[in-house]
């Protein structure tokens, strides 16, 4: 069904997984899918997506903030699943949604930056999106819901701190740099 989805959730709760997964299953069918991702995304590789999971699939855009998706759309494809969607600008989450009238849009991405403050992205996500679903994954520390992606330093011998404040809002990394925390273990780190 036509529409745009945002399928949200903090580091680790496999949102590339489900991506790649939602795109075997459309072309298993035989349907055709495009598949965008922004240019700043070059942890792994800039022409495809990849999973902590090993799993993999082609890139066919990426984008950055002067990207004119509505220019790529044809009859032939149906469906758009963007990966990373925190990175989108809001013209090009409007663009999504203008484009998600005729086909179905699923846009995957995290809620929140270190400082669990909304990115631009998802914040325009949340306001025009038809259907928010969250993924969801467990606390690093305590097993409760993870909804914040904290960031660390390395303090040496195993040891590590929380990052709570900095301008630079966006700092790709993975594991090396960010752990899944619910709320009250983030907090409680804070207030150490």
Not at 83 to 112: A, C, H, M, W
Not at 161 to 184: P, T
């Amino acid at each position: 069904m036509p529409k745009l989805y945002f399928r949200y959730g903090a580091m680790n709760s496999s949102k590339t997984a489900n991506l790649i997964m939602t795109a075997h299953n459309y072309k298993s069918l035989n349907r055709n899918v495009f598949i965008l991702k922004p240019s700043i995304d070059t942890r792994f590789d800039t022409k495809k997506i990849v999973s902590r999971t090993g799993m993999e699939v082609d890139v066919d855009m990426l984008l950055d903030k002067d990207s004119n998706i509505k220019n790529i759309v044809n009859k032939n494809i149906e469906c758009i699943l963007v990966d990373e969607g925190q990175f989108l600008t809001e013209n090009l989450v409007n663009q999504l949604k203008d484009i998600s009238v005729e086909i179905p849009v699923i846009v995957y991405g995290l809620r929140t930056d270190f400082r669990s403050r909304l990115f631009e992205g998802s914040k325009r996500l949340f306001e025009l999106a038809d259907s928010i679903e969250e993924i969801k994954t467990i606390c690093s520390t305590c097993n409760k819901k993870a909804t914040i992606n904290a960031k660390f330093i390395s303090l040496g011998n195993g040891n590590k701190s929380i990052v709570y404040e900095g301008d630079n809002q966006i700092d790709l990394g993975s594991e090396e740099k960010y752990i899944s925390l619910c709320y009250s273990c983030w907090k409680k780190n804070k207030n150490e």
